[in-house]
């Protein structure tokens, strides 16, 4: 079993959908909480961070961290199209050197 | 402008060959990582550097070499001991380890694809 579960989709939704994107983990230990972006051919860049448990909301992204199902969230509101890319999820903590462990990433794409 | 700069962006080798990978950065960062990308798969971690002349092996060092003369460079050797090389490999590069600083900002160059004909 995999430390962290990411459906890869593709998940392809119209323009103006919420998206949800999520990822579950097995180690309880995981303490940071991390979403990032990837487009086609390039480097991910990072688009969320969240500390333990809690929600975090930036513009039309939100996180959403629950420790007690080991389980984290990204919500898109008023997808665009400039949002389909690959979504990775990485969680790390002081038990590994916070050294991040990723996702698989999760395929998206929003149809104008 | 600050970034990272990987070079070169495709990368052809015939078996039993070496190649190296090239990783600048000029955002002054201390903390320089190589990941291997495969479809379906995270990013998996080979080789990370804290400090000039020192670095830890990641998840899936074998096969692979690193070195860390410079604070802005972090080259990549992938050996002909690598069983199977071709990946989209990715260079990043943090102020610290990630979670040190409370940030876990990880920044990531444009990577480098290599393929084993």
């Known amino acids: 079993q995999k430390e962290v579960e990411q459906d890869p989709g593709p998940l392809s939704v119209p323009e103006g959908a919420i998206v949800s994107l999520n990822c579950t983990y097995s180690?309880?230990?995981?303490?940071?909480f991390m979403w990032y972006r990837q487009y086609s051919r390039k480097g991910p860049e990072l688009l969320m961070y969240?500390?333990?448990?809690g929600n975090k909301e930036d513009g039309r992204f939100t996180a959403q961290v629950d420790k007690s199902s080991k389980y984290i969230s990204l919500f898109i509101r008023d997808s665009q199209p400039s949002d389909s890319a690959t979504y990775l999820c990485?969680?790390?903590?002081?038990?590994?050197?916070?050294?991040?462990?990723f996702g698989a990433g999760t395929i998206l794409r929003v149809k104008s | 402008d600050g970034g990272i700069t990987q070079s070169p962006k495709y990368l052809f080798r015939k078996e039993g060959q070496n190649v190296t990978l090239s990783c600048e950065q000029n955002?002054?960062?201390?903390?320089m990582y190589w990941y291997r990308q495969d479809p379906g798969q995270g990013l998996r971690l080979i080789y990370y550097?804290?400090?000039?002349?020192?670095?830890q092996k990641g998840d899936i060092a074998e096969g692979y070499s690193v070195s860390r003369e410079k604070k802005e460079s972090f080259p990549l050797t992938v050996t002909s001991a690598q069983k199977n090389p071709t990946a989209f490999y990715l260079c990043?590069?943090?102020?610290?380890?990630?979670?040190?600083?409370?940030?876990?900002?990880?920044?990531f160059g444009e990577g480098s694809r290599l393929t084993v004909l």
């Open positions: 180690n309880s230990a995981f303490q940071y």
């Open positions: 955002l002054n960062h201390d903390a």
């Open positions: 990485a969680m790390s903590s002081s038990e590994y050197g916070n050294k991040l462990v």
């Open positions: 969240t500390y333990s448990s």
């Open positions: 550097s804290q400090i000039v002349n020192d670095f």
């Open positions: 990043a590069s943090s102020i610290g380890i990630a979670g040190v600083l409370g940030t876990g900002e990880l920044f």
